[in-house]
């Protein structure tokens, strides 16, 4: 079946490393979103991906970076982790706009 | 951007009464508004959407109403049972081509009592 999945489920990272999540989905969706969850603010979006080369910045970009070098994967990198960012992040995807999103499992990561 | 307000944070009932959650929006030119219910520790599923030529939609208990002039809308559960207890998160986009993306509302904790 397609659908769509994050890596890890779970990490502790150290303040200041470079930490990289991975969001793989098998529909061929060309929409890609990562967000946030944190308590008190819902989800916020972060990145996203309308089609392969194509990245945009959402409302809590700064700190984080995206790809989009193929249609299946958008990799969340964050450059030096901070407290701040330890969160629980969901990647999600669409097939086109206005349509049902569809969240892989989410990845909660802790920074130390 | 756009900008969702949600209200209630928390809401309590009793199983069998009614739960009313509200949303407003910023952009008028938004025209999707999907609500998507996480039960804890899952990711946030797609329960029932609407869109901006359209004022209710219903899907067996659930409701959505939609005022676009007050620019709100609203989440109607009925007979309400355990299993719907969870956090619901209200959303809005506005499609430019095949893009757009969600704002989502800071959600509504829903828990239901025997």
């Known amino acids: 079946d397609a659908e769509i999945t994050q890596s890890p489920r779970h990490k502790i990272t150290e303040t200041g490393r470079q930490v990289t999540l991975a969001c793989h989905q098998t529909?061929?969706?060309?929409?890609m979103f990562w967000y946030r969850q944190d308590l008190g603010h819902g989800l916020r979006l972060i990145h996203y991906s309308y089609g392969v080369q194509d990245t945009n910045k959402g409302e809590v970009s700064d700190g984080y970076s995206v790809s989009r070098s193929n249609t299946e994967d958008l990799p969340l990198t964050l450059e030096s982790a901070a407290s701040s960012q330890t969160s629980v992040y969901f990647c999600a995807s669409s097939v086109t706009g206005n349509t049902e999103a569809f969240f892989g499992q989410g990845t909660r990561l802790t920074v130390v | 951007g756009e900008n969702v307000e949600q209200h209630p944070s928390t809401l309590s009932v009793q199983e069998g009464d009614s739960a009313v959650i509200k949303c407003t929006y910023s952009d008028s030119a938004s025209n999707y508004f999907p609500w998507y219910k996480q039960e804890l520790g899952k990711r946030p599923q797609l329960i029932i959407d609407i869109r901006s030529n359209v004022g209710e939609k219903k899907d067996q208990r659930i409701a959505v109403t939609l005022n676009k002039t007050a620019k709100h809308f609203s989440l109607h559960i009925t007979e309400t049972q355990p299993e719907d207890s969870a956090v619901y998160f209200c959303?809005?986009?506005?499609?430019?081509?095949?893009?757009?993306?969600?704002?989502f509302g800071t959600g509504t904790r829903l828990q239901v009592t025997l």
């Open positions: 959303a809005a986009s506005r499609r430019t081509g095949t893009a757009s993306k969600l704002t």
């Open positions: 529909w061929n969706h060309n929409n």
